[in-house]
Nanobody, 119 residues
Framework: VQLQASGGGLVQAGGSLRLSCAASGTIFSINDMGWYRQAPGKERELVADITSGGGTNYADSVKGRFTITRDNAQTTVYLQMNSLKAEDTAVYYC??????????????WGQGTQVTVSS
């Protein structure tokens, strides 16, 4: 499984970015997908995930601001990030995993993409 993330960059607070993650070497449509982030000195945290059926889950810190979607035909998962805050600054990682009940279990990781929000 290969996951190629892109779309990171530098943006001012209040701005928007859209991250993309193209998957290959996998049957994309039957897998759950997620986005994690890791800020300097902090643990990696789950930001959002989307199941194969399209169900979504979000960290409380991004609810109402971030939207995760998927395009099975393009084998790509997206993370639309609006109203960005300085505390959203982190390296964002795409992940293929699976959700069981209240828990998302990460499996395969892509390389990270840096998001920097200036205040």
């Amino acid at each position: 499984v290969q996951l190629q993330a892109s779309g990171g960059g530098l943006v001012q607070a209040g701005g928007s970015l859209r991250l993309s993650c193209a998957a290959s070497g996998t049957i994309f449509s039957i897998n759950d997908m997620g986005w994690y982030r890791q800020a300097p000195g902090k643990e990696r945290e789950l930001v959002a995930d989307i199941t194969s059926g399209g169900g979504t889950n979000y960290a409380d810190s991004v609810k109402g601001r971030f939207t995760i979607t998927r395009d099975n035909a393009q084998t790509t998962v997206y993370l639309q990030m609006n109203s960005l805050k300085a505390e959203d600054t982190a390296v964002y990682y795409c992940n293929q995993g699976y959700r069981s009940g209240a828990t998302y279990y990460p499996r395969f990781w892509g390389q990270g993409t840096q998001v920097t929000v200036s205040s």
